[in-house]
């Protein structure tokens, strides 16, 4: 387990080497606006932190458009179609993973890509965030043909290309545990992840370009989880103690 003084260590080690480590934030399954909505925004805007929501296409309408017209420093990916788990009874979750038929699994993606499009959400990004962070080698292979030029699961990525033209970041901690049903994760616990992958990147046992990234979840997150968060961003944003990456900035280096 990790502490705040862990953290600030690992951050001092980053410094003294003249290197700035990197981040970058994706929060969970928007589709409409909500109270939790705008609490996660200000905390984004409290910070000066652009913020990457993964967003539903389903049900998504013109009232989540206008909510984000007004959100400063925000970017969408696009969030599975409906968010349903279409693996058999005892496989992993997944909306996009092995077991379901590829046609299928493209109907879907075009037809949520063209929801987010009508809807007129403001900075989307031609990118793909797997719900349950799981999606088959199979369906990342149309990316290309699909106008896909990022995607973002979990875990330290093996190569920042899955396939040519589309680059991979993903995420790597998370205050809020699932199992159970959502609860915080626990300070220590959660220090840990972003100390672990920070330490990884910093003694090449991961890829070092690719950013640090906080998961959240603002539809279950409570007070506890929130008041953690903004420790957490207060911490890695004062005195440029970190630097925060959107995403588009990767687009252009492709």
């Not at 400063?72 to 349903?84: I, K, P, R, S």
């Not at 979990?154 to 970041?169: L, N």
């Not at 640090?212 to 007070?223: E, R």
Request: charged residues 20%; glycine residues 6%.
């Amino acid at each position: 387990m990790a502490t705040w003084s862990d953290l600030e260590m690992e951050l001092s080690i980053w410094h003294a080497a003249g290197v700035t480590p990197t981040f970058w934030w994706r929060d969970d399954d928007a589709e409409s606006p909500s109270p939790a909505l705008d609490t996660l925004l200000a905390l984004a805007q409290r910070h000066s932190v652009p913020i990457h929501l993964a967003v539903v296409p389903k049900s998504v309408g013109p009232a989540l458009a206008n909510r984000l017209n007004h959100a400063t420093d925000t970017y969408v990916l696009q969030h599975g179609f409906a968010h349903v788990n279409n693996e058999p009874f005892g496989a992993r979750a997944s909306e996009v993973g092995e077991h379901r038929d590829i046609d299928l699994q493209l109907r879907d993606l075009k037809d949520g890509w063209q929801r987010l499009v009508q809807a007129q959400i403001p900075n989307l990004l031609p990118g793909f965030a797997a719900p349950w962070n799981r999606i088959a080698d199979k369906t990342v292979a149309h990316f290309p043909d699909l106008g896909y030029r990022l995607l973002s699961t979990c875990h330290a990525r093996k190569s920042p290309s899955p396939v040519a033209g589309v680059t991979q970041v993903n995420i790597h901690f998370d205050p809020i545990r699932w199992k159970q049903g959502p609860k915080f994760r626990g300070t220590e616990a959660t220090l840990e992840g972003v100390v672990e992958h920070l330490v990884q990147r910093r003694t090449g046992l991961v890829d070092k370009t690719e950013p640090t990234g906080l998961s959240t979840h603002h539809l279950q997150t409570d007070d506890i989880v929130w008041t953690f968060t903004d420790q957490l961003l207060e911490r890695l944003t004062h005195n440029g103690a970190s630097e925060w990456i959107r995403l588009s900035s990767f687009l252009d280096q492709q």
